[in-house]
C-alpha cells in the first residue's frame, strides 16, 4: 500500500506560479510511474502529466510549456511546477502511481491515489 499526499495548492492570479508536490510513504517510489491529473467541478478527471520510473516524461497539450512534472527518489516526492496559470487551470489536482511502464494517460491504469490539493486561478 502506497500513501500519497499532495501539498502546495491555493489561490492565485492568472500568470502567476504555483508548485505541488505529492509525498509518498513508500520508499520505493523509483519504482513507479508517478502521475498527476486535475478534476473540475462536473467535469471527468484529466490526465496532466505522468514521469516514469526512467525519468521519461509526458505532459499533456494543455499544459505542455507551462507545467513540468519532476521526481525527487531520495524524498520520495513528485513535484508539478505550474507557470503561467489560466482560469481554466482551476482543479482538484492529484497525485497518483502506477506499475505502467510506458506513457499511461488513463486514470483507472493507476493504482493509488492521493485526496488532491484545490488550485484556483483567478482572472
Known amino acids: 500500500q502506497v500513501r500519497l499526499v499532495e501539498s502546495g495548492g491555493g489561490l492565485v492570479q492568472a500568470g502567476g506560479s504555483l508548485r505541488l508536490s505529492c509525498a509518498a510513504s513508500?520508499?520505493?517510489?523509483?519504482?513507479?510511474?508517478m502521475a498527476w491529473f486535475r478534476q473540475a467541478p462536473g467535469k471527468e478527471r484529466e490526465f496532466v502529466a505522468v514521469?516514469?520510473?526512467?525519468?521519461?516524461?509526458l505532459h499533456a497539450d494543455s499544459v505542455k510549456g507551462r507545467f513540468t512534472i519532476f521526481r525527487d527518489n531520495v524524498k520520495n516526492a513528485v513535484t508539478l511546477q505550474m507557470n503561467s496559470l489560466k482560469p481554466e487551470d482551476t482543479a482538484v489536482y492529484l497525485c497518483?502511481?502506477?506499475?505502467?511502464?510506458?506513457?499511461?494517460?488513463?486514470?483507472?491504469?493507476?493504482?493509488?491515489w492521493g485526496q488532491g490539493t484545490q488550485v484556483t486561478v483567478s482572472s
Open positions: 513508500t520508499s520505493t517510489l523509483s519504482t513507479y510511474a
Open positions: 497518483a502511481a502506477g506499475r505502467s511502464t510506458v506513457f499511461d494517460t488513463r486514470a483507472r491504469q493507476y493504482d493509488y
Open positions: 514521469i516514469q520510473s526512467s525519468g521519461s516524461k
